[in-house]
Every structure is written in structure tokens, then in C-alpha cells.
């Protein structure tokens, strides 16, 4: 069966930290991988995704995930958090349905 | 302007109740989607649509239908409203399947069962 499972709950840093989520999904065929961002009361849009050829891909606001076929992974990164990355963060992956991880809630310190 | 809307965005209904949930999209997406979000349990799936009159089930089915005889719309109901239903849902949907085509994301309605 298809599933995605993000290992961090809640993630606190202050500004300038870096920032790693993970993701990892269970699937045996093509996957499209997405990084989904939701902002305290609005709805989800697109961070980044991934579909086919550089395994590093780059989104907006100065996020980038990496896939790692061998590992089924598709962690989020990025150098350095604002306090406006403040939100809850969720991974995403399309094979035969689109399901969400459980999604992870980062507060930035500012 | 286009693009997908949910309403009502609030709603508070009793248990035993029937109600409904609706959804428009004016992109011409082939394919639309019904989650619920639950504090920890991120987005789960209740059901999806390829194209009118072709519907499947998510992961958490049990006590909704959907229904699309248009494109643009995909409604979901509750047939008998059960305070575990409580939770906010969101519609979303897709251009196609393939190529990476992202999910767009409607506001939300939040549905309090009492």
C-alpha cells in the first residue's frame, strides 16, 4: 500500500538555523513527489516538486528537496529559516493516489 | 477570479444530520480530491475523481459520498454526521496525472458535528 511518513512532529529553531525535514514514502512504481507549505489559517500551496531528471530540486522562498530513490526519501532543506517560514509543512506523493504525510510544524524563533 | 472554491467555509451541524460539502473548480481539471485535515494526522484522503462520473476511494471512505456528474464540481457528502467527522476539509484538484501537475488547493471548510 502507498504511504508517506514525516519523522518530525514539531521542529523549533531560531532564525538563520538550518532546516531539514524528512519524508520518506512506501511505493512500488513511479512516483511525483511535492512539498506542500500551509500558513496558520490559509490553505496549502506548492513549495516544490519532483517528477523526473536532477534529484535536487529547488523551490520557491529559498527551499530544496532532495530524492534519494534508493532510500525513498525526499527531504526538505533549507541554509537558513525566517521567521516567516513559520508553518506546517507537508510532504506529498503521487503514485496510484495522492497522499500526504502527516505533516510537520516548524516555529522560527525570531 | 478562477480557480477552486469550498462552501460553505464554516459549518456547524448535529449528529445524525446529513450534509454537504461543495466544491467548484473553473480550470476544466480532470481530477479533484476531498481530504480531511486532523490535528495529527496531517491530510488524509477521502476520495478522488478522474473525470465526471468516475470516482474511487481514499484511504478514510467510510461515512461520505461524492458524486460528479460536472467537471467543475465535486460535492461531498456526509449521510449521517458523527462528531468523529468533525475536522476541516479541503477539496483540491489536478490538470492530469503525469508530468508532476501539482495538486491547487481550495480554502477549506471547517465542519463542527455537535
Known amino acids: 500500500a502507498q504511504s508517506v511518513s514525516q519523522h518530525n512532529h514539531h521542529v523549533i529553531l531560531s532564525e538563520a538555523a538550518s532546516l531539514e525535514l524528512g519524508c520518506n514514502y512506501s511505493?512500488?512504481?513511479?512516483?511525483?513527489l511535492f512539498w506542500y507549505v500551509q500558513y496558520p489559517g490559509q490553505h496549502l500551496q506548492l513549495l516544490l516538486k519532483?517528477?523526473?531528471?536532477?534529484?535536487l530540486v529547488k523551490g520557491i522562498k529559498g527551499f530544496e528537496a532532495e530524492f534519494i530513490k534508493s532510500k525513498f526519501s525526499f527531504n526538505l532543506r533549507k541554509p537558513s529559516v525566517q521567521w516567516s517560514d513559520t508553518a506546517e509543512y507537508f510532504c506529498?506523493?503521487?503514485?496510484?493516489?495522492?497522499?500526504f504525510g502527516q505533516g510537520t510544524e516548524l516555529s522560527v524563533k525570531p | 477570479d478562477a480557480g477552486i472554491t469550498q462552501s460553505p467555509r464554516y459549518k456547524i451541524t448535529e449528529t445524525g444530520r446529513q450534509v454537504t460539502l461543495m466544491c467548484h473548480q473553473t480550470?476544466?481539471?480532470?481530477?479533484m480530491f476531498w481530504y480531511r485535515q486532523d490535528l495529527g494526522h496531517g491530510l488524509r484522503l477521502i476520495y478522488y475523481?478522474?473525470?465526471?462520473?468516475?470516482?474511487d476511494k481514499g484511504e478514510v471512505p467510510d461515512g461520505y459520498v461524492v458524486s460528479r456528474s460536472k467537471t467543475e464540481n465535486f460535492p461531498l457528502t456526509l449521510e449521517s454526521a458523527t462528531r468523529s467527522q468533525t475536522s476541516v476539509y479541503f477539496c483540491?484538484?489536478?490538470?492530469?496525472?503525469?508530468?508532476?501537475?501539482?495538486?491547487?488547493f481550495g480554502q477549506g471548510t471547517r465542519l463542527t458535528v455537535v
Open positions: 483540491a484538484s489536478s490538470e492530469s496525472w503525469n508530468s508532476g501537475t501539482e495538486a491547487f
Open positions: 511505493y512500488g512504481g513511479t512516483v511525483n
Open positions: 519532483y517528477f523526473s531528471g536532477d534529484p
Open positions: 506529498a506523493v503521487k503514485g496510484g493516489k495522492l497522499i
Open positions: 480550470w476544466s481539471h480532470s481530477y
Open positions: 475523481s478522474a473525470a465526471a462520473d468516475i470516482t
